[in-house]
T-cell receptor
Framework: DQQVKQNSPSLSVQEGRISILNCDYT??????FLWYKKYPAEGPTFLIS?????DKNEDGRFTVFLNKSAKHLSLHIVPSQPGDSAVYFC????????????FGRGTSLIVHP | EAQVTQNPRYLITVTGKKLTVTCSQN?????MSWYRQDPGLGLRQIYY???????DKGDVPEGYKVSRKEKRNFPLILESPSPNQTSLYFC???????????FGPGTRLLVL
């Protein structure tokens, strides 16, 4: 049973436009959420995170929004650039226990020039 | 340069032939873990370690072993590899369990 779902396996966007990547979770114990970016032949790298006490976190062109009632978060990239083309993983961890993060299956973003 | 290294990067082996994938980090991180990435399944945690001599199972530990004899190293051992262990493997480390993880470049394993 997937606790972190990224329902869009892929997303194609024109350069300069907004990219919106979505993530849904089912475990109400999750209270910290992260986005990782992965290029081919490389390991994932941390991009941005958000705690459940906030509903928005911004870092340059990247903004993550959290809707706790809907158990939904989204990553906005504005403006999108060809170098943003990568696989994006959403991850979540609980507030207690072992803090093992659970990853979604990833969304492949392609930004066309 | 702060990094997580894995060796080998690519490996082709046959069923039943024991193999070890090494992982080393130079950031003095307490927490290390192993993941496998399969098409359509994302990243799934195999094992993790909270410190030297402290390891625990992740979501998909069957067929794998790990050891943490030194803080910087966390090898992944496949005692008797099978074709269903063909995958892309990532090692990761962080200061603590809940902190941002730094991933290695990955090891692509093919078991024939």
């Amino acid at each position: 049973d997937q606790q972190v779902k990224q329902n869009s396996p892929s997303l194609s966007v024109q350069e300069g436009r907004i990219s919106i990547l979505n993530c849904d979770y089912t475990n109400s114990m999750f209270d910290y959420f992260l986005w990782y970016k992965k290029y081919p032949a490389e390991g994932p790298t941390f991009l941005i995170s958000i705690s459940s006490i906030k509903d928005k976190n911004e870092d340059g062109r990247f903004t993550v929004f959290l809707n706790k009632s809907a158990k939904h978060l989204s990553l906005h990239i504005v403006p999108s650039q060809p170098g943003d083309s990568a696989v994006y993983f959403c991850a979540a961890r609980p507030s207690g226990g072992s803090y093992i993060p659970t990853f979604g299956r990833g969304t492949s973003l392609i930004v066309h020039p | 340069e702060a990094q997580v290294t894995q060796n080998p990067r690519y490996l082709i082996t046959v069923t039943g032939k024991k193999l070890t994938v090494t992982c080393s980090q130079n950031m003095n991180h307490e927490y290390m873990s192993w993941y496998r990435q399969d098409p359509g399944l994302g990243l799934r945690q195999i094992y993790y370690s909270m410190n030297v001599e402290v390891t625990d199972k992740g979501d998909v530990p069957e067929g794998y072993k790990v050891s943490r004899k030194e803080k910087r190293n966390f090898p992944l051992i496949l005692e008797s590899p099978s074709p269903n262990q063909t995958s892309l493997y990532f090692c990761a480390s962080s200061w603590d369990l809940g902190e941002t993880q730094y991933f290695g470049p990955g090891t692509r394993l093919l078991v024939l």
